[in-house]
């Protein structure tokens, strides 16, 4: 008895220590291994579409010889969106694996526990898709470079469209975690900076995917305000959108989206999608043929068979700059990789040149921003969208550098 | 008061849903006494169910018509779960059922996201519902206003089901007694199918009829699941009128709770259910408890006995063989052995309270996380020494764990359980909410052991001691004075007040000891990650613990052990498929089904019968 | 003979059912005093009462002298009180033994010492207790095996670790064969009279009552309604009529 239970512990044990397949082949064909942490199953609607960008940056990349010579690979592991899961996959991706770097990740706490450990052990880390801006600022560090467009800066650019109208009175509702307050501070602070005058006169926090929306329409509702900054996305959003639109919250009010136009968001949305809110998001549908935007278009929808989605585009920008980096290091070594994504240029993607700051690791992506309308068959589209540069919007040098750690 | 008035209706209108899911639980608990955390994932199915067929079917008919058979479809598959599954397992240790249930969800899940893909569905609106009408001036969906008309007739209906038909007088009995409705000439498997699939199609039912209002996706399972459960505790489990009246105690709380407090919304029902179950301990309408209900279902435990020389000599080996890895195992492999101890020393504390005390808490994530935050503010904060704030996080888990259990150890079974949850969930929230000092779901990082232990060496070293010291500790209390009188207080509760045995004081103590233990993995996690974050103290964090130490053995002393190493090894290997979680929830049920007893358990009694056929074999 | 225990007008109501209406008696050193009535007469929620598991709705309770009214059952074990109970309360995952020894170790003090190994403590002992039960043979086996009978002897041996001066047992005998029923009886009666030592029981089997007991009080619809030797209640016209006659139907009364 006793020596079968000892058994069954030995036995847990070994699986444990089956010696790995995969030693990587140092050679010099064999392909470069990106370790890509996401949380494919548990987010499966946004991380799928990036996934898919991804390999479709792969195979074009690899179509054109591959990145040093070598073809490109990412090996795609799925973490739970569990920030202890992630760490874990993150060691065995660089130790055991032969991963050069690390991307990925859409949950933010992910995200930081990736990025505070590739600090600690100096893995490099392309935080591809989270939204803390802290990631780059408040908790950045040399490892943790950031892709996406930061929460900060988009908010920005929303306040300044509301900055413009007569508008005083303002409601706000966002998730009740991380990115919801940054979200609001966010837009709070550049709207009050611009416009001394403004009030906010109502902060709705549903909690994230479990929104009482009918509630939180009547809250609003309550508060009269001039105008609504949204924040809430995904089915928080389709509710509060039907919500609302029945309960007319939104008629004769402008209304702010973060994300909103982001197609993971607004295409379910269908023929309710509201109109007339100033959103960011990605308009893929006008991009015109022949233009880098239209390029990619058109080779994802061939290759997949469906139209790209904002993670469609995060997705094979992470495929793009991480081969960019490494062709730019000479070499596969972290310190190489680190060091070349400073300041790394890629003149050619589907959004035009995009830069890696060298002061706070952030990746110049701007966002599309415009006004939603309900096009001739029924869907919900961005109109008069412009794609805007962050820079203007982004703190001073000196802001930046007083928030990041000492490096 | 006309804004008043409107969000009562909200409230109202959103309790429908949820009644009709919670109901289905209640139904399925009180029958069969199975905890159903599948329970969400069929309300999920009913909601893609109903989508679908709402495309194929069309107008007023078509939409009335759908959700009609999709409370059907969902019925048969609930059915099937329970024929294929549970019916097999009906003989295990109390609770058990939950492990398969949980396998379950896994299952579905992925299936769900195979046939429908990932992307979230709008549900289609009600035919001529679209639009509001308003009541003293205030717009109320006109949907709101069928579903508040709706409910009422739901809860007749089932009130007539069980009432006045014959259906009804059995399930009466069987949740009364269960042994007496094989006095009663039924077919017990087959009532228990027949509930389970009606309790699943109300579920169907509640996913379908809330599409106008949301749509499908695929949280929803995860999404619901929390509510219903406190839904189900605070009305009193199997309690059909007792569902109704928390559902919509739940439900106008929170249109109350979102209009005028708009930051409580994430832990104002857990706060309900704290506040329910200190002042009537079996919910509304519940009643009591039959003593020994609980951990005293199948065959009853053997005397436990420390290891012999050969068990010690094995132990000794496999320590040895743990000590010496470094030596030849590749770097990674250390860090699964770490994170294999934290959650095996995890595991076994809860284990004590479970296995030994008869406790089973399902928010034992608090103390692990409690720990794991302890230490870490205490680093983030004021830069005390990693020594210093590791040995806080035992500390500090411990009092907490005190704390906590002053209020859970009067109650027991299934409400220990969800109180255990509800005070879980509160510091959980806690942790989200306090930013300025946990810095919310931004989490605390940086938080890397002292230099001298910093290296995956020195830290597998510290681990492995601590650890399994932990381990071997929580083992000799087993044996000593306390564990039998822990044990006692399992057994007998009255027997042992009889003895002299103060069995909540008793039980008070073990509670904070394995707090104490999950604090101190906490300790160990912290520092291995180098961050913490509040998914730490989830809901999903307790259930992980509960689940392996059911799967390894609840009747057996290493059944938490076992339990951690092999879900830790096998989900590791799994997640790199693209389907693993279809992959292990079918590992999880084959193991449920083959190993009722858990693994452990069942290997113990296989060996028992092997030794017994040698020794009646004919020399 | 010196009094152990008093009860004075003990009561106890459920939702206005009076289940023991004013009760009132006592027991003596070294008595073996039953406690007989027909079903739902209230026997054993006057045992409940003296033991701590009820609460009394009015009355009081004395032990030698002090007040013990409402305490909890544990304070009145600690006070050399024991008590055995109709339905047996053993401890299924323990052997026979360390049933015995569990309730040593609570006697000794040490149930919060996390040191020691249970199994091996008051091993000697706890045999000791269990020979006089005459259970010394199985002293290792699960207790979730042994036979019924068994079960209460080691019931008997629990309740006398801690040397008990008084000791309460509800139904002693009930689910025996009639043999083994004297012959428990006995053995208890034999305890009685070796270690001094008082008990009070309730009993169906009448034989068993008559046999052994030096006084009997009989209790009826939650009042006692005789308090005497077993000649006196036997002729006690209201006990008569309880149990519908004479002498020879107590056999039939007990057998019910």
């Known amino acids: 008895m006793t020596l079968l239970r000892r058994t069954v512990l030995a036995l847990a044990a070994a699986t444990a220590l089956t010696p790995s397949t995969l030693l990587a082949q140092e050679t010099d064909t064999a392909p470069i291994k990106i370790g890509e942490i996401n949380h494919f199953k548990r987010l499966a609607a946004f991380a799928e579409p990036y996934?898919?960008?991804?390999?479709?940056?792969?195979?074009?990349?690899?179509?054109?010889?591959?990145?040093?010579?070598?073809?490109?690979?990412f090996l795609f592991r799925d973490d739970q969106g569990d920030p202890a899961e992630a760490v874990r996959i993150a060691e065995e991706l660089m130790t055991r694996d032969g991963a050069v770097m690390l991307t990925g990740t859409i949950l933010s706490n992910v995200g930081l526990a990736i990025s505070s450990f590739a600090a600690e052990k100096h893995y490099v880390y392309l935080a591809s898709e989270p939204l803390a801006d802290t990631l780059v600022w408040g908790s950045g560090n040399p490892y943790t470079f950031r892709l996406r467009t930061s929460t900060w800066v988009q908010a920005a650019m929303l306040a300044e469209q509301a900055a413009s109208t007569d508008a005083i009175r303002y409601a706000t509702i966002a998730p009740n975690y991380a990115y919801g307050t940054e979200a609001v501070a966010a837009f709070k602070a550049n709207l009050t900076r611009l416009k001394p005058e403004v009030e906010f006169v109502a902060e709705q926090w549903p909690?994230?995917?479990?929104?009482?929306?009918?509630?939180?329409?009547?809250?609003?509702?309550?508060?009269?305000?001039?105008?609504?900054?949204?924040?809430?996305?995904?089915?928080?959003?389709?509710?509060?959108?039907?919500?609302?639109?029945?309960?007319?919250?939104?008629?004769?009010?402008?209304?702010?989206?973060?994300?909103?136009?982001?197609p993971e968001y607004f295409e379910p949305l269908g023929d309710e999608a509201p109109e007339g809110w100033f959103v960011t998001g990605y308009p893929w549908y006008d991009f015109a043929e022949g233009t880098p935007g239209g390029d990619f278009v058109a080779a994802y929808e061939a290759m997949f068979g469906e139209t790209p989605k904002n993670g469609s585009n995060v997705g094979y920008l992470t495929g793009l700059s991480v081969a960019a980096a490494?062709?730019?290091?000479?070499?596969?070594?972290?310190?190489?990789?680190?060091?070349?994504?400073?300041?790394?240029?890629?003149?050619?993607?589907?959004?035009?040149?995009?830069?890696?700051?060298?002061?706070?690791?952030?990746?110049t992506l701007g966002a599309f921003v415009g006004t939603t309308e309900l096009n001739a068959a029924g869907e919900g589209v961005m109109v008069d969208w412009s794609y805007k540069d962050p820079a203007p919007y982004m703190p001073s040098d000196d802001e930046i550098r007083a928030m990041r750690p000492a490096e | 008061m006309a804004f008043y008035l409107a969000l009562f209706l909200t409230g109202l209108a959103n309790a429908a849903a949820l009644f009709l899911v919670?109901?289905?639980?209640?139904?399925?608990?009180?029958?069969?006494?199975?905890?159903?955390?599948?329970?969400?994932?069929?309300?999920?199915?009913?909601?893609?169910?109903?989508?679908?067929?709402?495309?194929?079917?069309?107008?007023?008919?078509?939409?009335?018509?759908?959700?009609?058979l999709t409370g059907l479809a969902v019925?048969?598959?609930?059915?099937?779960?329970?024929?294929?599954?549970?019916?097999?397992?009906?003989?295990?240790?109390?609770?058990?059922?939950?492990?398969?249930?949980?396998?379950?969800?896994?299952?579905?899940?992925?299936?769900?996201?195979?046939?429908?893909?990932?992307?979230?569905?709008?549900?289609?609106?009600?035919?001529?519902?679209?639009?509001?009408?308003?009541?003293?001036g205030e717009p109320v969906p006109k949907?709101?206003?069928?579903?508040?008309?709706?409910?009422?007739?739901?809860?007749?209906?089932?009130?007539?089901?069980?009432?006045?038909?014959?259906?009804?007088?059995?399930?009466?009995?069987?949740?009364?007694?269960?042994?007496?409705?094989?006095?009663?000439?039924?077919?017990?498997?087959?009532?228990?199918?027949?509930?389970?699939?009606?309790?699943?199609?109300?579920?169907?039912?509640?996913?379908?009829?809330?599409?106008?209002?949301?749509?499908?996706?695929?949280?929803?399972?995860?999404?619901?699941?929390?509510?219903?459960?406190?839904?189900?505790?605070?009305?009193?489990?199997?309690?059909?009128?007792?569902?109704?009246?928390?559902?919509?105690?739940?439900?106008?709380?929170?249109?109350?709770?979102?209009?005028?407090?708009?930051?409580?919304?994430?832990?104002?029902?857990?706060?309900?259910?704290?506040?329910?179950?200190?002042?009537?301990?079996?919910?509304?309408?519940?009643r009591e408890e039959v003593a020994g209900e609980h951990g005293q279902v199948g065959a009853p435990e053997s005397p436990i006995r420390p290891y012999g020389p050969r068990g010690i000599v094995l132990t000794a080996f496999l320590l040895a063989l743990l000590a010496s890895l470094p030596g030849f195992a590749e770097p990674f492999v250390l860090t699964l052995v770490i994170d294999i101890v934290v959650f095996a020393l995890f595991a076994a504390s809860l284990h004590f309270i479970l296995g030994t005390g008869g406790m089973v808490s399902f928010g034992h994530a608090a103390f692990f996380g409690g720990g794991a935050y302890a230490a870490a503010l205490l680093v983030f904060h004021t830069d005390t020494p990693m020594e210093l704030a590791f040995l806080f996080a035992p500390l500090a888990a411990g009092l907490l764990a005190l704390a906590i259990g002053w209020f859970c150890i009067r109650l027991s079974g299934v409400y220990f359980a969800m109180l255990t949850l509800a005070f879980s969930q509160l510091v959980w929230s806690l942790a989200f909410q306090w930013r300025s000092l946990t810095r919310g779901d931004d989490g605390l990082i940086n938080i890397w052991p002292a230099d001298w232990l910093n290296g995956p060496l020195p830290y597998y070293y510290f681990t492995l001691i601590l650890g399994v010291g932990g381990i071997l500790t929580l083992r000799h209390i087993i044996h000593s004075p306390f564990g039998y009188a822990l044990r006692a207080g399992r057994d007998s509760p009255r027997q042992a007040e009889a003895m002299g045995i103060d069995v909540k004081r008793v039980q008070l103590v073990a509670f904070a000891l394995a707090g104490m233990m999950a604090g101190l993995a906490g300790g160990l996690f912290v520092f291995s990650k180098g961050s913490v974050f509040?998914?730490?103290?989830?809901?999903?964090?307790?259930?992980?613990?509960?689940?392996?130490?059911?799967?390894?053995?609840?009747?057996?002393?290493?059944?938490?052990?076992?339990?951690?190493?092999?879900?830790?090894?096998?989900?590791?290997?799994?997640?790199?498929?693209?389907?693993?979680?279809?992959?292990?929830?079918?590992?999880?049920?084959?193991?449920?089904?083959?190993?009722?007893?858990g693994i452990v358990g069942t290997l113990r009694r296989q060996a028992l019968r092997l030794r017994r056929a040698d020794e009646e074999a004919p020399r | 003979m010196t009094e152990i225990l008093r009860a004075e007008r003990l009561r106890k109501s459920y939702d206005g059912f009076l289940a023991v209406d004013g009760v009132s008696f006592s027991v003596r050193a070294g008595e073996l005093k039953a406690l007989i009535g027909p079903n739902g007469a209230g026997k054993s929620t006057c045992f409940n009462m003296l033991t701590g598991q009820l609460k009394p709705t009015a009355g009081e309770v004395y032990l030698r002298g002090t007040r013990i009214t409402g305490k909890p059952p544990r304070e009145i074990w600690r006070m050399g009180v024991g008590r055995t109970f109709q339905i047996t309360g053993t401890y299924r995952s323990m052997s026979v033994i360390e049933n015995v020894q569990?309730?040593?170790?609570?006697?000794?003090?040490?149930?919060?010492?996390?040191?020691?190994?249970?199994?091996?403590?008051?091993?000697?002992?706890?045999?000791?207790?269990?020979?006089?039960?005459?259970?010394?043979?199985?002293?290792?086996?699960?207790?979730?095996?042994?036979?019924?009978?068994?079960?209460?002897?080691?019931?008997?041996?629990?309740?006398?670790?801690?040397?008990?001066?008084?000791?309460l047992m509800d139904e002693p005998t009930a689910g025996m064969a009639p043999s083994a029923r004297i012959e428990l009886m006995q053995l208890v009666a034999d305890i009685v009279r070796d270690q001094g030592l008082s008990v009070l029981f309730t009993e169906h089997d009448m034989d068993v009552v008559f046999a052994h007991a030096h006084h009997i009080m009989v209790l009826n619809r939650g009042k006692l309604i005789a308090d005497g030797t077993a000649e006196e209640v036997r002729s006690d016209p209201k006990v008569q009529e309880v149990y519908l006659g004479g002498g020879t139907l107590f056999k039939e009364a007990g057998r019910a």
């Open chain 1, 51 to 73: 996934r898919k960008g991804i390999e479709l940056a792969v195979s074009e990349i690899n179509a054109n010889g591959g990145v040093l010579g070598r073809p490109l690979e």
């Open chain 2, 143 to 286: 949907y709101d206003i069928v579903l508040i008309a709706i409910t009422p007739v739901i809860l007749l209906a089932l009130w007539y089901l069980i009432t006045r038909t014959r259906l009804g007088i059995l399930v009466r009995a069987a949740t009364q007694d269960r042994e007496m409705v094989g006095a009663l000439g039924v077919n017990q498997a087959w009532l228990f199918t027949g509930v389970f699939a009606l309790g699943s199609a109300l579920a169907g039912w509640g996913g379908a009829l809330q599409l106008p209002k949301g749509g499908a996706d695929l949280l929803m399972d995860f999404n619901i699941i929390g509510t219903v459960f406190v839904v189900v505790v605070i009305g009193g489990m199997g309690s059909l009128p007792g569902a109704f009246i928390a559902a919509v105690l739940i439900s106008v709380l929170n249109a109350f709770g979102v209009a005028f407090l708009p930051q409580s919304t994430l832990v104002l029902m857990f706060v309900v259910m704290a506040a329910v179950l200190i002042v009537r301990p079996y919910g509304l309408l519940g």
């Open chain 1, 326 to 363: 490494i062709e730019r290091a000479g070499s596969t070594e972290t310190e190489a990789i680190r060091a070349a994504f400073e300041d790394l240029d890629i003149p050619d993607t589907p959004i035009g040149p995009l830069h890696y700051r060298a002061l706070d690791n952030q990746s």
């Open chain 1, 207 to 262: 909690p994230l995917f479990n929104i009482d929306a009918g509630a939180e329409a009547q809250a609003l509702e309550r508060a009269k305000p001039d105008a609504i900054y949204n924040v809430t996305f995904g089915t928080d959003l389709a509710k509060l959108v039907r919500e609302g639109t029945d309960r007319g919250l939104f008629d004769g009010r402008d209304v702010y989206g973060l994300l909103t136009g982001e």
């Open chain 2, 534 to 597: 509040p998914t730490e103290l989830e809901i999903a964090k307790s259930f992980d613990a509960l689940i392996v130490v059911f799967l390894g053995g609840v009747k057996t002393l290493a059944g938490g052990v076992v339990g951690a190493s092999f879900l830790t090894s096998v989900e590791h290997w799994l997640t790199r498929l693209e389907y693993w979680r279809l992959l292990l929830g079918l590992v999880i049920i084959a193991v449920v089904i083959l190993m009722p007893e």
């Open chain 2, 75 to 136: 019925g048969v598959i609930g059915a099937l779960v329970e024929i294929v599954v549970l019916r097999r397992i009906y003989r295990a240790p109390e609770l058990f059922q939950l492990v398969a249930t949980f396998g379950v969800i896994l299952v579905i899940q992925d299936l769900a996201l195979m046939i429908w893909g990932a992307e979230d569905r709008l549900g289609p609106r009600a035919p001529g519902l679209r639009g509001v009408w308003r009541i003293f």
């Open chain 3, 102 to 167: 569990m309730a040593l170790i609570s006697h000794h003090r040490r149930l919060f010492s996390f040191g020691l190994r249970a199994w091996k403590l008051y091993r000697e002992e706890a045999l000791e207790f269990l020979r006089t039960v005459s259970l010394e043979d199985q002293a290792d086996r699960p207790c979730s095996v042994l036979a019924y009978g068994d079960l209460k002897r080691l019931e008997l041996a629990i309740a006398l670790c801690h040397r008990p001066r008084l000791l």
């Open chain 2, 22 to 68: 919670a109901s289905g639980l209640s139904l399925i608990f009180g029958v069969t006494r199975i905890v159903n955390f599948a329970h969400g994932s069929l309300y999920m199915l009913g909601a893609f169910i109903g989508v679908t067929l709402m495309q194929v079917l069309p107008g007023a008919v078509g939409f009335w018509g759908a959700i009609l």
